[in-house]
């Protein structure tokens, strides 16, 4: 299934059914009176929030969703039937902006929310309801009211309860399929990692969900590579882990190359708790491993952990200092539904 976080949707509320003007016509009855019904409701337009989606493919190929209109009054008091509402599935995390990308109307962190987007019109009244002691033939009746109509946008940030951040090729989804049941592309290519990837992990017991987004490299922040657009999926994370290719040029630059494009994206990103970690330790010969660690401290300030995600090196310290930090609950009700997978255990 192909991973899609963003979707611009129309959408337009039922319009209301118009009253009925008639009146009652029955053997040996001289004055029958006014008896034309109401018109139904218009159906409104509800966003709701499914379990197991985790995209908004759906709405890649149908952008435009309308609610039923409510039926006209008839005659013999009879109203209209109001129109059926139109739901709209989303995944978890999914937020609803207004057709200028920035207003945001609500945003969806629990399963099984529900939010009405458009209300549909109220339907118009018959001329039953407007006669009175001094109006007894009343012969005017109310067209139903106009449903509301929008564009918005639909925006999916996942929930998970650890982020893996860093440059293209720093073996993030390599550490993500070492520790989780996942199985995102791995290759030795830059931007392997193209759409944002979920694992849940087991760590002594704890279990939680980490997420890996595409790699970020300079000038992210103005497009550059794949941008920072994935960005916005680390937003809810708790934790950070900032992974650094133990064998690139200089760990240092790497890591502050990272940074840099996580404060131009904002969000507080940069103030989020963060846990560094050389990674491919493997790789490297045992000099150039203490000249990186060395250059990785002074620019992070503090003590990078050190790891191997092919290895299994380094893995389960890592994966114990984001449990420390996690808590006892997690973030996310994915990690809930660990049990029916299989997951690395530390």
């Not at 920072?228 to 133990?246: K, M, P, Q, T």
Request: aromatic share 6%.
């Amino acid at each position: 299934m192909k991973f899609l976080d963003e979707a611009k949707v129309y959408i337009r509320s039922g319009d209301g059914g118009n009253g009925c003007v008639a009146f009652r016509r029955e053997k040996f009855i001289e004055f029958g009176g006014p008896s034309g019904g109401n018109g139904g409701r218009g159906g409104n337009v509800i966003i709701e929030v499914a379990d197991g989606l985790n995209t908004l493919i759906d709405y890649r190929y149908q952008q435009h969703f309308k609610a039923q209109k409510g039926e006209n009054g008839m005659g013999s008091d009879r109203h209209g039937a109001n129109g059926k509402n139109i739901v709209l599935k989303v995944p978890v995390g999914t937020q609803i902006f207004d057709e200028d990308r920035e207003t945001l109307i609500h945003d969806f962190t629990k399963v099984g929310e529900k939010f009405v987007l458009a209300e549909g019109g109220n339907g118009g009244f018959g001329n039953a309801h407007f006669k009175s002691s001094t109006n007894r033939a009343p012969r005017n009746a109310n067209p139903g009211q106009v449903g509301e109509e929008r564009w918005i946008w639909l925006r999916l940030k996942l929930i998970a309860d650890a982020g893996l951040v860093g440059m293209p090729n720093a073996g993030k989804s390599t550490f993500l399929s070492k520790v989780s049941a996942a199985r995102p592309k791995i290759a030795d290519y830059p931007f392997t990692t193209l759409h944002p990837q979920l694992g849940v992990v087991n760590a002594d017991g704890r279990e939680f969900v980490l997420a890996d987004i595409p790699g970020l490299i300079e000038g992210a922040h103005e497009g550059t590579g794949l941008g920072d657009r994935f960005l916005g999926h680390v937003e809810r994370c708790r934790v950070l882990l900032h992974l650094i290719d133990a064998t690139c040029e200089h760990a240092g630059k790497a890591y502050k190359t990272v940074r840099k494009e996580l404060d131009a994206y904002g969000g507080q990103l940069t103030d989020k708790i963060e846990i560094v970690a050389l990674n491919k330790i493997d790789a490297v010969e045992p000099d150039e491993l203490k000249k990186q660690k060395d250059r990785l401290k002074r620019a992070a300030k503090k003590t990078p952990l050190l790891l191997s995600g092919v290895t299994g090196d380094g893995v389960k310290e890592a994966l114990r200092a984001l449990v420390e930090v996690i808590g006892e609950a997690p973030v996310s009700a994915k990690a809930k539904s660990a049990a029916e997978t299989e997951p690395w255990s530390a």
